[in-house]
């Protein structure tokens, strides 16, 4: 079984500030996939990575794929109360379809 | 254009009951992948079920079993209910291509809760 770690597990910081998760594993992942999930409802797909190396942006979100997709990494610039949630990273196996979820990181961004 | 749609929302059961969940998958998807999501902690894969067949499975025990119908929905279904199976369930569907889920975009439902007391 595949494993992914999630640093920190939980970040509470101010309106404004800039954070990063970290997703790790030792295991190569096909894709790797950012969830955002709020209290009550179902993860949200934010962004797919596949090759390594890559680099996408939503807003004010950078999500980055490690070059031997086995990491990645979610930046997020000048939080805002509405970033507030828990950030899920989840890798699929180079082989078959299921995917495997990290811990999760749990952010507050108080005003 | 709905959703995934997942009943009940809430539920409560005790030791030893049986359970069964059911899940709609997103209009013109035809994958159903099942997760347990315990408090604090990130989804965990169950099965998935693609043709009304199950085509992967996680570290679950055999209590744990499911369905699905030829509409695409689907059930899951937990015998012998442990304390420890209180977590929230939740439903995603996906669209498989040519009997092949490569990176699939998966859309979850909100879950539903259970509680075993």
């Given at each position: 079984t595949q494993l992914l770690e999630q640093s920190p597990q939980f970040l509470s910081i101010q309106e404004g500030e800039n954070l990063t998760v970290y997703c790790n594993s030792s295991s190569v992942f096909s894709s790797l996939q950012w969830y955002r999930q709020e209290p009550g409802e179902g993860p949200v797909l934010l962004v797919t990575v596949v090759t390594g190396g890559e680099v996408k942006k939503l807003k004010r979100l950078t999500f980055q794929f490690g070059d031997a997709r086995k990491d990645s990494s979610l930046h997020i610039t000048a939080?805002?109360?509405?970033?507030?949630g828990l950030y899920l990273c989840a890798g699929r196996e180079t082989s078959g379809s299921r995917l495997t979820f990290g811990e999760g990181t749990q952010l507050t961004v108080n005003p | 254009d709905a959703g995934v749609t997942q009943s009940p929302t809430h539920l409560i059961k005790t030791r030893g009951q049986q359970v069964t969940l059911r899940c709609s998958p997103k209009s013109g998807h035809d994958t159903v992948s099942w997760y347990q999501q315990a408090l604090g902690q990130g989804p965990q894969f169950i099965f998935q079920y693609y043709e009304e067949e199950e085509r992967q499975r996680g570290?679950?025990?055999?209590r744990f079993s499911g369905h699905q119908f030829p509409n695409y929905s689907s059930e899951l279904n937990v015998n012998a209910?442990?304390?420890?199976?209180?977590a929230l369930y939740l439903c995603a569907s996906s669209s498989t291509t040519g009997g092949i889920a490569t990176n699939e975009k998966l859309f979850f439902g909100s879950g539903t809760q259970l509680s075993v007391l």
């Open positions: 939080a805002q109360p509405g970033d507030t | 570290n679950f025990p055999d209910l442990l304390l420890g199976d209180s």
